[in-house]
C-alpha cells in the first residue's frame, strides 16, 4: 500500500473522499496492517489502533481505522476537504518517529501498558 518514499515518509495512492466525520478514517483492516508494517517494532504488546498520520495537500491529518470506509480510501472531514473531491491522489504517511513527534506537537500522548 505504501512504500519508502523519503528519511520521514512513505508514499501511497488512495481514493481520497471527504465524508461528514470528525477525523480522518481509512479502512480498519488497513489501519491496523499499515500500524503492524510501518510504525510497530516487534517487541512486546504494541497498539495497532494508534492514529496514522498522512500528509494531504498542505497539511498533516491524524488517521483512524473505520470498518464503514472501503479499503484503499481515505474519507476526510468535508471542512478541509477541497472542491476536486473525490479523487485518487498521491499520499504521504509519516513513519513511525515523525508521526509521533507529529500528534505530540498536538497533544496526543500514546497509552503506555504497564
Known amino acids: 500500500m505504501f512504500e519508502r518514499f523519503s528519511s520521514g ?13 470528525e477525523r480522518a478514517v481509512i ?4 489501519h491496523e496492517h499499515v500500524n503492524e508494517q510501518l510504525y ?6 504494541e497498539r ?4 496514522l498520520v498522512m500528509k494531504v495537500g498542505g ?6 481505522g473505520d470498518d464503514d ?9 468535508r471542512e478541509i476537504a477541497d472542491e476536486t473531491l473525490p479523487d485518487r491522489r498521491n499520499v ?3 513513519d513511525a518517529d515523525r508521526a509521533e513527534a507529529l500528534l505530540r506537537w498536538e497533544g ?4 503506555v501498558n504497564a
Open 108 to 111: 496526543w500522548e500514546p497509552h
Open 48 to 51: 495497532l489502533d494508534a492514529p
Open 9 to 21: 515518509y512513505y508514499l501511497g495512492e488512495l481514493y481520497v473522499e471527504p465524508h461528514d466525520g
Open 69 to 77: 470506509v472501503p479499503s484503499g480510501t481515505l474519507a476526510i472531514p
Open 59 to 64: 497539511g498533516h491529518i491524524p488517521v483512524a
Open 40 to 45: 510497530a517494532d516487534g517487541e512486546g504488546v
Open 27 to 30: 479502512q480498519r483492516v488497513d
Open 92 to 94: 504521504l504517511l509519516a
